[in-house]
């Protein structure tokens, strides 16, 4: 008995993919033939998640730390700095100037 596992891609839902290698720990790699993007389906890394990542800005939205979300959410405090960072100056939705988390 086969066990067939329709894979798509997470950034535009298409379903046109093909391997592409594996990463160092062994993961296999895909390639969307759609969007031309490369993505694994499996993260050994837990900062790396998009869930995460979303639960990382929420957490500083709402006024917590730093080293309390990087304990909460199991992850490095240097990963939730670089996520503040890049979503602080990708769409400013944050507000650097109010909260407590300088930013240089």
């Known amino acids: 008995?086969?066990?067939?596992?329709?894979?798509?891609?997470?950034?535009?839902?298409?379903?046109?993919?093909?391997?592409?290698?594996?990463?160092?720990?062994?993961?296999?790699?895909?390639?969307?033939?759609?969007?031309?993007?490369?993505?694994?389906?499996?993260?050994?890394?837990k900062g790396r998640l998009p869930e995460v990542k979303a639960k990382v800005v929420a957490m500083a939205t709402n006024g917590s730390g730093?080293?309390?979300?990087?304990?909460?959410?199991?992850?490095s405090p240097h990963t939730v700095i670089n996520e503040i960072k890049k979503n602080a100056a990708s769409n400013q939705s944050l507000p650097v100037g109010q909260s407590r988390i300088r930013l240089t």
Do not use: Y
Not at 25 to 32: A, H, L, P, S
């Open 1 to 45: 008995m086969k066990h067939i596992e329709i894979i798509s891609c997470p950034a535009c839902c298409c379903d046109d993919l093909m391997k592409n290698g594996h990463s160092p720990n062994g993961t296999q790699r895909w390639f969307c033939k759609g969007c031309k993007k490369h993505f694994q389906r499996v993260f050994t890394n």
């Open 66 to 75: 730093i080293r309390d979300t990087s304990r909460v959410l199991g992850i």
